[in-house]
Structure formats: structure tokens, C-alpha cells
């Protein structure tokens, strides 16, 4: 038992300190409140540069409305950055859409100048949820990146992720189900293609059972025992 307690508190050590050296983009957006950017909301700074600030905070507003009339109400308080910019995106480790960004502190959502909307919004509101219900450490450890999309895509209504628009084979849904870190899930040219199997692979799961089943994942159960699949 002694050896398995220090075993894991290197582990910890290990995750914990690669962590805060490897994601410069995620502290830069922990520690957005210290920059230019201003405090527009509870949580949200935007660049001087974004425009309609007023609407991109109505989007954000009815993406938490859907992710709750989805899911259930949300519990997750994440912080959100706004910017203008493909660079300014950039600069936080994102694209011009949208990426979000987990740490022990929470999640920090960077929303890009073409992620400013509901559909995106509702997208990464999802995956702040998905990390706070399961907590930072059993996210890292259980959740896979395929489940973590496709469950975000179900809130997510551009059209090309509404499932009737999908056309993939069940070989093509069961080989993103392989693709757990997003080192993989995001590489090459197939990440469009990963996005829609993602999408097929959760059709099944049951929205309103969503938050119990991940509270057995922060309480100690493993994803496949969780889900089955």
C-alpha cells in the first residue's frame, strides 16, 4: 500500500508538472485578467477588437440554456476568452473557431472570431461540464477525446454535424472509438471525419443519464465500465 501511495504521488507530480510547463496556452488563458483584456461578464474577457460583444454574450447565454435543457443544468463555471483575431486565437493556443483548455483550476474556453455563436458556444460549455463533472485528474485519466466531442456535437447543431447529414460506415464509427488523446484524434487529415464518427458514436448515449454516469467516472469507475463502449 506504501508503495502504491508513492507510485501515484510521482504520478501526480509528473502530470502536475508537465502540465503547467507544457500548456502555456491554457495558463495564458487562466491569467487573461491580467492583460489587455477586459472583464465583459462573470468570467468572459474579450479583446478590445471584438466588435458585438453584447451578442457574442446572448450566444454564450443560450449555449448554457441548450447544454442545460440537454444535459441538465449546468454546475461548471468556466472562464471564457473572446478574441478577434485568427492570431490573437493563436496566441491562446486556438484556432480561429474555438479550442478549450483543461487545468486543475478549471476549464478556459477561447471562443475565435468564427466560433462566436450558440452551436460553438453550446460545443465548449459541453466540454467545460464534461471536466468539472468528472474533475480535472479522472478527465485527463478517463475520458477520450472521441466520447468528449461526439457528446459536445449533441449540443452542436451546424449542419454538418447533424446526424442525418452523416454517411459513415459502423467501421468507420468503431476506428475513431481507438483515437483516445487528442494527439491523435486531432492529427493528419481526417479530423472533419473524426468529428462526424465521434458524433455516430454517442447516438446512443442516453442525454438525461449523461451526468450520473460521470459522476461514477470522478467516483472511481472506469470509462468502459461506465458506458460499455
Known amino acids: 500500500m506504501h508503495k502504491f501511495k508513492i507510485i501515484t504521488a510521482i504520478m501526480l507530480l509528473i502530470l502536475l508538472?508537465?502540465?503547467f510547463?507544457?500548456?502555456k496556452y491554457a495558463l495564458a488563458c487562466e491569467t487573461v485578467q491580467f492583460s489587455e483584456y477586459k472583464q465583459v461578464a462573470a468570467n468572459?474577457?474579450?479583446s478590445?477588437?471584438?466588435e458585438n460583444v453584447q451578442g457574442v454574450l446572448r450566444s454564450i447565454a443560450e449555449g448554457k440554456q441548450r447544454v442545460g435543457s440537454t444535459f441538465g443544468a449546468m454546475t461548471a463555471s468556466p472562464k471564457v476568452v473572446l478574441v478577434s483575431t485568427k492570431d490573437e486565437a493563436a496566441g491562446f493556443g486556438a484556432n480561429s473557431t474555438a479550442s478549450a483548455h483543461y487545468t486543475p483550476m478549471g476549464t478556459c474556453i477561447?471562443?475565435?472570431?468564427k466560433g462566436q455563436n450558440?452551436?460553438?458556444a453550446a460545443h465548449e460549455l459541453t466540454h467545460a461540464e464534461i471536466g468539472h463533472r468528472v474533475g480535472w485528474l479522472r478527465h485527463l485519466l478517463?475520458?477520450?477525446v472521441w466520447f468528449n466531442e461526439g457528446i459536445a456535437l449533441l449540443v452542436d447543431h451546424r449542419k454538418p454535424f447533424l446526424i442525418e447529414n452523416i454517411q459513415l460506415?459502423?467501421?468507420e464509427v468503431k476506428a475513431v472509438k481507438k483515437l483516445d488523446t487528442s494527439r491523435v484524434f486531432f492529427a493528419g487529415e481526417n479530423i472533419h471525419k473524426n468529428y462526424l464518427a465521434s458524433r455516430l458514436a454517442v447516438n446512443e448515449v442516453e442525454p438525461s443519464l449523461l451526468y450520473e454516469k460521470l459522476a461514477l467516472i470522478r467516483d472511481g469507475a472506469s470509462f468502459e465500465d461506465v458506458f460499455e463502449m
Do not use: W, Y
Not at 110 to 113: A, E, H, I, Y
Open 48 to 50: 478590445p477588437g471584438v
Open 21 to 23: 510547463i507544457t500548456q
Open 169 to 171: 460506415s459502423q467501421e
Open 118 to 120: 450558440v452551436d460553438v
Open 110 to 113: 477561447v471562443l475565435g472570431p
Open 17 to 19: 508538472t508537465t502540465g
Open 142 to 144: 478517463e475520458i477520450p
Open 44 to 46: 468572459i474577457f474579450s
